[in-house]
Protein backbone atom coordinates (compact mmCIF):
# COMPACT_ATOMS: atom_id res chain seq x y z
CA UNK A 1 0.00 0.00 0.00
CA UNK A 2 1.13 3.62 -0.83
CA UNK A 3 0.51 5.79 2.20
CA UNK A 4 2.67 9.32 1.76
CA UNK A 5 3.40 11.32 4.98
CA UNK A 6 2.02 13.01 5.96
CA UNK A 7 -1.42 12.28 4.17
CA UNK A 8 -1.65 14.59 1.22
CA UNK A 9 -5.00 16.81 1.02
CA UNK A 10 -7.09 17.85 -2.00
CA UNK A 11 -6.83 20.96 -2.93
CA UNK A 12 -10.33 21.63 -3.17
CA UNK A 13 -13.43 23.62 -1.41
CA UNK A 14 -15.78 20.75 -2.64
CA UNK A 15 -15.12 17.84 -4.99
CA UNK A 16 -18.87 16.17 -4.87
CA UNK A 17 -18.90 17.88 -8.66
CA UNK A 18 -15.92 16.69 -9.85
CA UNK A 19 -16.80 12.91 -8.42
CA UNK A 20 -20.35 13.36 -10.65
CA UNK A 21 -18.51 14.59 -13.51
CA UNK A 22 -14.96 12.48 -13.42
CA UNK A 23 -16.94 8.92 -12.76
CA UNK A 24 -15.11 5.97 -12.28
CA UNK A 25 -11.65 8.25 -13.08
CA UNK A 26 -12.10 10.24 -9.90
CA UNK A 27 -10.28 8.46 -7.46
CA UNK A 28 -7.69 6.51 -9.20
CA UNK A 29 -6.75 9.77 -10.99
CA UNK A 30 -6.76 11.80 -7.27
CA UNK A 31 -4.77 8.43 -6.01
CA UNK A 32 -2.32 9.06 -8.45
CA UNK A 33 -1.60 12.83 -8.58
CA UNK A 34 -1.49 12.81 -4.84
CA UNK A 35 0.73 9.48 -4.95
CA UNK A 36 -0.89 8.13 -2.04
CA UNK A 37 -3.34 5.34 -1.30
CA UNK A 38 -4.58 7.32 1.78
CA UNK A 39 -5.78 11.04 1.16
CA UNK A 40 -8.06 13.40 1.97
CA UNK A 41 -10.99 15.60 0.55
CA UNK A 42 -13.92 17.18 0.77
CA UNK A 43 -17.24 15.52 -0.11
CA UNK A 44 -21.13 16.61 0.12
CA UNK A 45 -19.49 19.55 1.96
CA UNK A 46 -17.83 17.19 4.44
CA UNK A 47 -13.90 16.08 4.69
CA UNK A 48 -13.70 12.68 3.73
CA UNK A 49 -11.10 10.50 3.70
CA UNK A 50 -10.31 8.06 0.73
CA UNK A 51 -8.30 4.41 1.10
CA UNK A 52 -7.75 2.12 -1.64
CA UNK A 53 -6.07 -1.78 -0.96
CA UNK A 54 -6.56 -4.57 0.39
CA UNK A 55 -5.11 -3.41 3.63
CA UNK A 56 -7.81 -0.34 3.48
CA UNK A 57 -10.58 -2.47 2.71
CA UNK A 58 -9.80 -4.62 6.23
CA UNK A 59 -9.83 -1.34 8.00
CA UNK A 60 -12.74 -0.34 6.30
CA UNK A 61 -14.88 -3.72 7.11
CA UNK A 62 -13.53 -3.46 10.69
CA UNK A 63 -16.74 -3.03 12.94
CA UNK A 64 -15.12 -2.08 16.01
CA UNK A 65 -14.12 1.20 13.87
CA UNK A 66 -16.43 1.76 11.33
CA UNK A 67 -19.87 2.76 11.12
CA UNK A 68 -22.77 3.04 8.88
CA UNK A 69 -25.56 4.83 10.31
CA UNK A 70 -25.62 8.29 8.41
CA UNK A 71 -22.65 7.27 5.90
CA UNK A 72 -24.89 6.55 2.80
CA UNK A 73 -25.44 9.91 0.60
CA UNK A 74 -29.08 10.76 1.39
CA UNK A 75 -29.92 10.51 -2.81
CA UNK A 76 -28.95 6.89 -3.25
CA UNK A 77 -31.39 5.95 -0.23
CA UNK A 78 -34.02 8.06 -2.27
CA UNK A 79 -33.77 6.14 -5.51
CA UNK A 80 -31.38 2.99 -5.57
CA UNK A 81 -30.96 1.66 -1.75
CA UNK A 82 -34.15 2.99 -0.16
CA UNK A 83 -34.70 4.30 3.59
CA UNK A 84 -34.49 2.19 6.85
CA UNK A 85 -32.33 -1.14 4.98
CA UNK A 86 -30.09 -3.05 6.54
CA UNK A 87 -27.54 -1.34 4.70
CA UNK A 88 -26.98 1.68 6.94
CA UNK A 89 -27.48 -0.70 10.60
CA UNK A 90 -24.85 -1.14 12.67
CA UNK A 91 -24.28 -4.17 15.62
CA UNK A 92 -26.61 -6.35 16.26
CA UNK A 93 -29.49 -4.82 14.59
CA UNK A 94 -27.82 -5.31 11.72
CA UNK A 95 -26.62 -9.18 12.15
CA UNK A 96 -30.45 -9.61 13.19
CA UNK A 97 -31.54 -8.37 9.63
CA UNK A 98 -28.50 -9.64 7.77
CA UNK A 99 -29.94 -12.98 8.71
CA UNK A 100 -33.22 -12.62 7.70
CA UNK A 101 -31.84 -12.16 4.03
CA UNK A 102 -29.39 -15.18 4.40
CA UNK A 103 -32.16 -17.41 5.25
CA UNK A 104 -33.72 -16.21 1.70
CA UNK A 105 -30.35 -17.22 -0.15
CA UNK A 106 -30.51 -21.01 0.56
CA UNK A 107 -28.93 -23.60 -1.93
CA UNK A 108 -32.41 -24.96 -2.69
CA UNK A 109 -33.18 -20.92 -3.47
CA UNK A 110 -30.44 -20.60 -5.28
CA UNK A 111 -31.16 -23.48 -7.63
CA UNK A 112 -34.71 -22.22 -8.11
CA UNK A 113 -32.87 -19.14 -9.21
CA UNK A 114 -30.76 -20.71 -11.43
CA UNK A 115 -33.98 -22.59 -13.11
CA UNK A 116 -35.78 -19.13 -13.30
CA UNK A 117 -33.17 -17.70 -15.07
CA UNK A 118 -32.73 -20.66 -17.39
CA UNK A 119 -36.11 -21.15 -18.34
CA UNK A 120 -36.36 -16.94 -19.36
CA UNK A 121 -32.89 -17.04 -21.18
CA UNK A 122 -34.90 -20.41 -23.57
CA UNK A 123 -37.98 -18.39 -23.91
CA UNK A 124 -36.16 -15.21 -24.76
CA UNK A 125 -33.73 -17.39 -27.24
CA UNK A 126 -37.16 -19.04 -28.99
CA UNK A 127 -37.99 -14.86 -29.72
CA UNK A 128 -34.05 -14.09 -30.90
CA UNK A 129 -34.18 -16.56 -33.62
CA UNK A 130 -36.90 -14.40 -35.67
CA UNK A 131 -35.55 -10.81 -34.38
CA UNK A 132 -33.25 -8.74 -36.79
CA UNK A 133 -31.25 -8.10 -33.96
CA UNK A 134 -30.63 -8.14 -30.20
CA UNK A 135 -29.87 -5.27 -27.88
CA UNK A 136 -28.15 -7.92 -24.97
CA UNK A 137 -28.45 -5.50 -22.41
CA UNK A 138 -31.75 -4.55 -22.48
CA UNK A 139 -32.86 -8.25 -22.90
CA UNK A 140 -30.94 -8.86 -19.48
CA UNK A 141 -32.88 -6.36 -17.58
CA UNK A 142 -36.22 -8.18 -18.92
CA UNK A 143 -34.84 -11.77 -17.94
CA UNK A 144 -33.49 -11.03 -14.49
CA UNK A 145 -36.42 -8.18 -13.32
CA UNK A 146 -38.94 -11.46 -14.04
CA UNK A 147 -36.60 -14.03 -13.00
CA UNK A 148 -36.38 -11.90 -9.64
CA UNK A 149 -39.52 -10.84 -8.78
CA UNK A 150 -40.44 -14.36 -9.49
CA UNK A 151 -37.58 -15.74 -7.10
CA UNK A 152 -39.20 -13.36 -4.25
CA UNK A 153 -42.46 -14.91 -5.00
CA UNK A 154 -44.36 -11.25 -5.93
CA UNK A 155 -47.42 -11.79 -7.75
CA UNK A 156 -46.55 -10.42 -11.19
CA UNK A 157 -49.43 -10.38 -13.68
CA UNK A 158 -48.51 -10.39 -17.04
CA UNK A 159 -49.70 -6.49 -18.43
CA UNK A 160 -47.29 -5.66 -15.90
CA UNK A 161 -44.34 -6.96 -16.23
CA UNK A 162 -43.14 -4.20 -18.16
CA UNK A 163 -43.73 -1.48 -15.58
CA UNK A 164 -42.03 -3.28 -13.25
CA UNK A 165 -39.00 -4.21 -15.04
CA UNK A 166 -38.37 -0.42 -16.39
CA UNK A 167 -38.91 0.76 -12.55
CA UNK A 168 -36.18 -1.77 -11.63
CA UNK A 169 -34.11 -0.25 -14.32
CA UNK A 170 -34.49 2.68 -13.51
CA UNK A 171 -33.58 2.23 -10.04
CA UNK A 172 -30.22 0.99 -10.36
CA UNK A 173 -29.06 3.23 -13.51
CA UNK A 174 -30.36 6.42 -10.98
CA UNK A 175 -27.11 6.59 -9.37
CA UNK A 176 -23.92 8.34 -10.24
CA UNK A 177 -25.00 12.18 -10.97
CA UNK A 178 -27.85 12.77 -13.42
CA UNK A 179 -30.53 14.98 -12.11
CA UNK A 180 -32.77 13.18 -14.99
CA UNK A 181 -32.04 9.49 -13.87
CA UNK A 182 -31.91 10.41 -10.03
CA UNK A 183 -35.96 11.53 -10.36
CA UNK A 184 -36.67 8.50 -12.13
CA UNK A 185 -35.38 6.40 -9.63
CA UNK A 186 -37.30 8.53 -7.31
CA UNK A 187 -40.56 8.15 -8.84
CA UNK A 188 -39.57 4.17 -9.82
CA UNK A 189 -38.78 3.46 -6.12
CA UNK A 190 -42.08 5.01 -4.90
CA UNK A 191 -44.14 3.03 -7.46
CA UNK A 192 -42.55 -0.29 -6.38
CA UNK A 193 -42.73 0.22 -2.38
CA UNK A 194 -46.39 1.05 -3.05
CA UNK A 195 -46.21 -2.52 -5.06
CA UNK A 196 -44.77 -4.14 -2.61
CA UNK A 197 -46.23 -2.76 0.77
CA UNK A 198 -49.84 -3.85 -0.82
CA UNK A 199 -48.48 -7.56 -1.01
CA UNK A 200 -47.02 -7.58 2.66
CA UNK A 201 -50.32 -6.30 3.82
CA UNK A 202 -51.95 -8.85 1.86
CA UNK A 203 -49.61 -11.58 3.16
CA UNK A 204 -49.64 -10.34 6.93
CA UNK A 205 -53.61 -10.36 6.90
CA UNK A 206 -53.54 -14.29 5.38
CA UNK A 207 -55.47 -12.42 2.66
CA UNK A 208 -51.99 -14.10 0.30
CA UNK A 209 -50.61 -17.52 0.72
CA UNK A 210 -46.72 -17.74 -0.62
CA UNK A 211 -44.40 -20.45 0.07
CA UNK A 212 -42.99 -20.02 3.51
CA UNK A 213 -39.40 -20.29 1.40
CA UNK A 214 -40.03 -17.13 -0.38
CA UNK A 215 -38.26 -13.43 0.59
CA UNK A 216 -41.88 -11.79 0.23
CA UNK A 217 -42.93 -14.42 2.37
CA UNK A 218 -39.79 -14.21 4.89
CA UNK A 219 -39.84 -10.35 4.98
CA UNK A 220 -43.57 -9.86 5.78
CA UNK A 221 -43.49 -11.84 8.80
CA UNK A 222 -39.57 -11.43 9.92
CA UNK A 223 -39.87 -10.18 13.76
CA UNK A 224 -37.11 -7.40 14.62
CA UNK A 225 -35.30 -7.82 17.92
CA UNK A 226 -37.81 -6.72 19.93
CA UNK A 227 -40.57 -8.87 18.83
CA UNK A 228 -42.24 -6.54 16.09
CA UNK A 229 -42.55 -6.90 12.33
CA UNK A 230 -40.86 -4.66 10.14
CA UNK A 231 -42.89 -0.88 10.03
CA UNK A 232 -44.63 -1.57 6.17
CA UNK A 233 -42.41 1.01 4.62
CA UNK A 234 -38.80 -0.63 6.28
CA UNK A 235 -40.41 -4.00 4.87
CA UNK A 236 -41.42 -2.90 1.36
CA UNK A 237 -37.53 -1.51 0.91
CA UNK A 238 -36.24 -4.96 2.59
CA UNK A 239 -38.37 -7.06 0.26
CA UNK A 240 -37.22 -5.01 -2.77
CA UNK A 241 -33.56 -5.31 -1.51
CA UNK A 242 -33.98 -9.34 -1.93
CA UNK A 243 -34.57 -8.78 -5.56
CA UNK A 244 -33.54 -5.08 -6.94
CA UNK A 245 -29.74 -5.82 -6.95
CA UNK A 246 -29.92 -8.26 -9.43
CA UNK A 247 -30.21 -6.10 -11.87
CA UNK A 248 -26.92 -4.79 -11.56
CA UNK A 249 -25.47 -8.33 -13.25
CA UNK A 250 -27.09 -6.97 -16.15
CA UNK A 251 -24.17 -4.58 -16.48
CA UNK A 252 -21.96 -7.03 -15.78
CA UNK A 253 -23.72 -9.68 -18.26
CA UNK A 254 -23.15 -7.27 -21.15
CA UNK A 255 -19.41 -6.37 -20.23
CA UNK A 256 -19.12 -10.25 -20.01
CA UNK A 257 -20.66 -11.09 -23.30
CA UNK A 258 -18.87 -8.39 -24.81
CA UNK A 259 -15.27 -10.14 -23.37
CA UNK A 260 -16.51 -13.12 -25.14
CA UNK A 261 -16.32 -11.43 -28.34
CA UNK A 262 -12.97 -10.02 -27.69
CA UNK A 263 -10.79 -12.71 -26.45
CA UNK A 264 -12.73 -15.00 -27.91
CA UNK A 265 -10.74 -17.75 -26.62
CA UNK A 266 -12.81 -17.66 -23.43
CA UNK A 267 -15.82 -18.87 -25.26
CA UNK A 268 -14.03 -21.96 -25.95
CA UNK A 269 -12.90 -22.45 -22.18
CA UNK A 270 -16.37 -21.81 -21.09
CA UNK A 271 -17.53 -24.54 -23.61
CA UNK A 272 -15.02 -27.16 -22.06
CA UNK A 273 -13.90 -25.29 -19.03
CA UNK A 274 -16.45 -27.05 -16.50
CA UNK A 275 -17.47 -25.51 -13.58
CA UNK A 276 -14.18 -24.46 -12.94
CA UNK A 277 -13.27 -21.78 -15.71
CA UNK A 278 -16.72 -20.44 -15.97
CA UNK A 279 -16.46 -19.05 -12.31
CA UNK A 280 -12.58 -17.78 -13.06
CA UNK A 281 -14.39 -15.85 -15.71
CA UNK A 282 -17.59 -14.57 -13.94
CA UNK A 283 -14.88 -13.81 -11.40
CA UNK A 284 -12.61 -11.85 -13.65
CA UNK A 285 -15.41 -10.22 -15.26
CA UNK A 286 -16.65 -9.04 -11.74
CA UNK A 287 -12.88 -7.70 -11.06
CA UNK A 288 -11.68 -5.92 -14.20
CA UNK A 289 -15.11 -4.03 -14.84
CA UNK A 290 -16.49 -0.91 -13.64
CA UNK A 291 -20.08 -1.00 -11.59
CA UNK A 292 -19.71 -0.04 -7.78
CA UNK A 293 -17.29 3.04 -7.37
CA UNK A 294 -16.79 3.37 -3.76
CA UNK A 295 -18.48 2.77 -0.53
CA UNK A 296 -19.09 4.66 2.47
CA UNK A 297 -18.31 4.44 6.39
CA UNK A 298 -18.20 6.71 8.99
CA UNK A 299 -15.39 5.94 11.92
CA UNK A 300 -16.49 5.15 15.58
CA UNK A 301 -14.20 6.76 16.74
CA UNK A 302 -10.82 8.35 16.94
CA UNK A 303 -7.90 6.00 16.39
CA UNK A 304 -4.56 6.31 14.15
CA UNK A 305 -3.80 3.62 11.57
CA UNK A 306 -1.19 4.21 8.98
CA UNK A 307 0.41 7.04 11.10
CA UNK A 308 -3.30 8.95 10.05
CA UNK A 309 -5.38 9.99 12.73
CA UNK A 310 -9.19 9.18 11.94
CA UNK A 311 -11.45 11.91 13.82
CA UNK A 312 -14.87 10.03 15.01
CA UNK A 313 -17.48 10.58 12.70
CA UNK A 314 -15.25 11.20 9.52
CA UNK A 315 -16.63 9.85 6.67
CA UNK A 316 -13.61 6.95 5.42
CA UNK A 317 -14.94 6.38 1.55
CA UNK A 318 -13.06 2.40 -0.11
CA UNK A 319 -12.23 2.55 -3.32
CA UNK A 320 -13.70 -0.62 -4.43
CA UNK A 321 -12.75 -0.59 -8.22
CA UNK A 322 -9.74 0.53 -7.03
CA UNK A 323 -9.11 -2.03 -4.52
CA UNK A 324 -9.98 -4.68 -7.37
CA UNK A 325 -6.98 -3.64 -9.67
CA UNK A 326 -4.73 -2.37 -6.63
CA UNK A 327 -1.02 -3.97 -7.82
CA UNK A 328 -0.57 -4.69 -4.42
CA UNK A 329 -2.90 -7.70 -4.90
CA UNK A 330 -2.75 -8.47 -8.45
CA UNK A 331 -1.03 -8.99 -11.33
CA UNK A 332 -1.09 -7.06 -14.35
CA UNK A 333 -4.26 -5.83 -13.19
CA UNK A 334 -5.13 -3.78 -16.36
CA UNK A 335 -5.39 -6.96 -18.09
CA UNK A 336 -8.84 -9.68 -18.52
CA UNK A 337 -7.39 -12.84 -17.15
CA UNK A 338 -9.80 -15.15 -15.49
CA UNK A 339 -7.00 -17.88 -15.40
CA UNK A 340 -5.70 -15.19 -12.41
CA UNK A 341 -8.37 -17.14 -10.17
CA UNK A 342 -7.27 -20.29 -10.53
CA UNK A 343 -4.91 -19.98 -7.42
CA UNK A 344 -6.64 -17.03 -5.95
CA UNK A 345 -5.96 -16.89 -2.18
CA UNK A 346 -9.29 -16.04 -1.82
CA UNK A 347 -8.58 -13.05 0.25
CA UNK A 348 -12.10 -11.14 1.29
CA UNK A 349 -10.30 -7.96 0.90
CA UNK A 350 -8.65 -7.79 -2.41
CA UNK A 351 -11.77 -8.60 -4.44
CA UNK A 352 -14.18 -6.47 -3.12
CA UNK A 353 -17.09 -6.24 -5.93
CA UNK A 354 -20.08 -6.81 -3.60
CA UNK A 355 -18.31 -5.24 -0.58
CA UNK A 356 -15.80 -7.32 1.78
CA UNK A 357 -15.17 -8.82 4.91
CA UNK A 358 -17.50 -11.80 5.80
CA UNK A 359 -21.25 -12.20 4.36
CA UNK A 360 -22.18 -13.26 7.80
CA UNK A 361 -21.02 -10.76 10.33
CA UNK A 362 -20.21 -7.68 8.15
CA UNK A 363 -21.81 -5.71 5.20
CA UNK A 364 -20.87 -7.77 2.23
CA UNK A 365 -23.40 -8.73 -0.06
CA UNK A 366 -25.66 -11.25 0.80
CA UNK A 367 -26.60 -11.92 -2.95
CA UNK A 368 -22.77 -12.16 -4.40
CA UNK A 369 -23.61 -16.21 -4.68
CA UNK A 370 -26.66 -15.61 -6.47
CA UNK A 371 -25.01 -13.11 -8.88
CA UNK A 372 -22.37 -15.47 -9.53
CA UNK A 373 -24.51 -18.20 -10.63
CA UNK A 374 -26.52 -16.08 -12.26
CA UNK A 375 -23.31 -14.85 -14.22
CA UNK A 376 -21.77 -18.47 -15.07
CA UNK A 377 -25.56 -19.13 -15.95
CA UNK A 378 -25.98 -16.85 -18.82
CA UNK A 379 -22.60 -17.24 -19.95
CA UNK A 380 -22.82 -21.23 -20.37
CA UNK A 381 -26.46 -19.79 -22.47
CA UNK A 382 -24.28 -17.41 -24.54
CA UNK A 383 -21.37 -19.95 -25.55
CA UNK A 384 -23.41 -23.63 -25.36
CA UNK A 385 -26.90 -22.69 -26.43
CA UNK A 386 -26.99 -20.39 -29.11
CA UNK A 387 -24.99 -18.80 -32.03
CA UNK A 388 -24.92 -15.17 -33.03
CA UNK A 389 -23.08 -12.83 -35.04
CA UNK A 390 -21.47 -9.49 -33.74
CA UNK A 391 -21.91 -6.82 -35.89
CA UNK A 392 -19.72 -3.69 -35.95
CA UNK A 393 -20.42 -2.02 -33.23
CA UNK A 394 -19.53 0.78 -30.09
CA UNK A 395 -18.40 -1.75 -27.53
CA UNK A 396 -16.49 1.36 -25.55
CA UNK A 397 -17.68 2.44 -22.16
CA UNK A 398 -17.95 5.89 -20.83
CA UNK A 399 -15.70 5.66 -17.54
CA UNK A 400 -17.30 9.05 -16.94
CA UNK A 401 -21.23 7.89 -16.57
CA UNK A 402 -22.09 5.68 -13.04
CA UNK A 403 -23.14 3.27 -13.77
CA UNK A 404 -21.49 2.04 -17.38
CA UNK A 405 -21.74 -0.38 -19.77
CA UNK A 406 -20.33 -0.98 -23.77
CA UNK A 407 -21.96 1.96 -25.62
CA UNK A 408 -23.92 -0.36 -28.08
CA UNK A 409 -25.83 -2.79 -25.35
CA UNK A 410 -24.00 -5.41 -27.01
CA UNK A 411 -25.99 -6.02 -30.45
CA UNK A 412 -26.30 -9.61 -31.37
CA UNK A 413 -27.71 -10.61 -35.32
CA UNK A 414 -28.33 -14.09 -36.91
CA UNK A 415 -29.62 -15.71 -33.60
CA UNK A 416 -29.42 -19.18 -33.88
CA UNK A 417 -30.52 -22.38 -31.28
CA UNK A 418 -28.12 -24.87 -31.03
CA UNK A 419 -28.72 -28.36 -31.55
C1 LIG B 1 -24.09 -7.36 -9.81
C2 LIG B 1 -24.80 -7.64 -8.75
C3 LIG B 1 -24.59 -7.00 -7.41
C4 LIG B 1 -23.69 -6.05 -7.02
C5 LIG B 1 -22.64 -5.32 -7.85
C6 LIG B 1 -23.89 -5.84 -5.60
C7 LIG B 1 -23.13 -4.99 -4.82
C8 LIG B 1 -23.31 -4.82 -3.47
C9 LIG B 1 -22.50 -3.96 -2.64
C10 LIG B 1 -21.31 -3.14 -3.10
C11 LIG B 1 -22.99 -4.03 -1.40
C12 LIG B 1 -22.55 -3.22 -0.18
C13 LIG B 1 -21.43 -3.83 0.58
C14 LIG B 1 -21.14 -2.97 1.78
O1 LIG B 1 -22.04 -2.32 2.32
O2 LIG B 1 -19.98 -2.93 2.20
C15 LIG B 1 -24.11 -4.92 -1.41
C16 LIG B 1 -24.87 -5.22 -0.32
C17 LIG B 1 -26.03 -5.95 -0.40
N1 LIG B 1 -26.51 -6.64 -1.49
FE1 LIG B 1 -25.65 -6.74 -3.28
N2 LIG B 1 -24.91 -6.64 -5.18
C18 LIG B 1 -25.36 -7.37 -6.24
C19 LIG B 1 -26.33 -8.32 -6.24
C20 LIG B 1 -27.16 -8.59 -5.18
C21 LIG B 1 -28.26 -9.52 -5.20
C22 LIG B 1 -28.59 -10.44 -6.36
C23 LIG B 1 -28.87 -9.42 -3.98
C24 LIG B 1 -30.05 -10.16 -3.45
C25 LIG B 1 -30.29 -11.41 -3.56
C26 LIG B 1 -28.15 -8.44 -3.20
C27 LIG B 1 -28.47 -8.06 -1.93
C28 LIG B 1 -27.69 -7.25 -1.14
C29 LIG B 1 -28.01 -6.91 0.23
C30 LIG B 1 -29.24 -7.37 1.00
C31 LIG B 1 -26.97 -6.09 0.69
C32 LIG B 1 -26.83 -5.46 2.07
C33 LIG B 1 -25.86 -6.25 2.90
C34 LIG B 1 -25.58 -5.62 4.24
O3 LIG B 1 -25.63 -4.38 4.39
O4 LIG B 1 -25.32 -6.38 5.17
N3 LIG B 1 -27.12 -7.96 -3.96
N4 LIG B 1 -24.28 -5.41 -2.68
Not at 76 to 101: I, V
Not at 167 to 172: I, K, P, R, S
Request: glycine residues 6%; contains cysteine.
Amino acid sequence: MNVKTPVPKEKTLDSTLALLKEGFHFLPSRRSELESDIFETRLVGQKAVVICGEKAAELFYDEALMKRDGAAPKPLEKSLLGEGGLHGLDDEAHKHRKRMFLSMVTPERLEDMKRLVRDELNRKADEWVNRDHVVFFEEMNDVLAVSGMRWAGLPLEDQDVKQRTRELAEMVDSFGGSLSRFRKGVKARQSQEKWVEGIIKAVRKGEMKLPENTAAYIVATHREMDGKQLPLQTAAVELNNSYRPLMATAYLLTFGAAAMHEHPDTVKKIRSGGEEYSKMFAQEVRRYYPFVPAMAAKARKDFSWNDYKFKKGTKVILDIYGTNRHPDSWENPESFIPERFKNWNESPFSFVPQGGGDHHMGHRCAGEWMTVLVMREVFKFLAEEVTYDVPEQDLSYDMHRMPTLPKSGFVMTNVKRKG
